[in-house]
């Protein structure tokens, strides 16, 4: 066995996504049409418009600390 770069390693990969309409295939943070509105965020296909992903963006748990 050698070490040669010959094959994909299973780590060190970008979250490819696909959409199930077109088949475009892209890295999250490169292609798609990422809508921020609020807390929510919607991955839109640039090719066809459809949404991929629709999730709550929740960066901060709010440090709400009564004392
Ligand atoms: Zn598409």
Do not use: Y
């Not at 040669?4 to 490819?16: E, L, N, T």
């Not at 990422?34 to 807390?39: F, H, T």
């Amino acid at each position: 066995m050698n070490a040669d770069a010959s094959g994909s390693p299973p780590s060190r990969r970008k979250s490819v996504l696909f959409c199930p309409e077109c088949h475009f295939e892209s890295p999250l943070s490169d292609g798609w049409l990422v809508v921020s509105d609020g807390d929510e965020r919607t991955i839109v296909c640039p090719e066809c418009g459809h949404v991929a992903d629709h999730r709550a963006e929740r960066a901060t748990p709010t440090p709400q600390h009564a004392d």
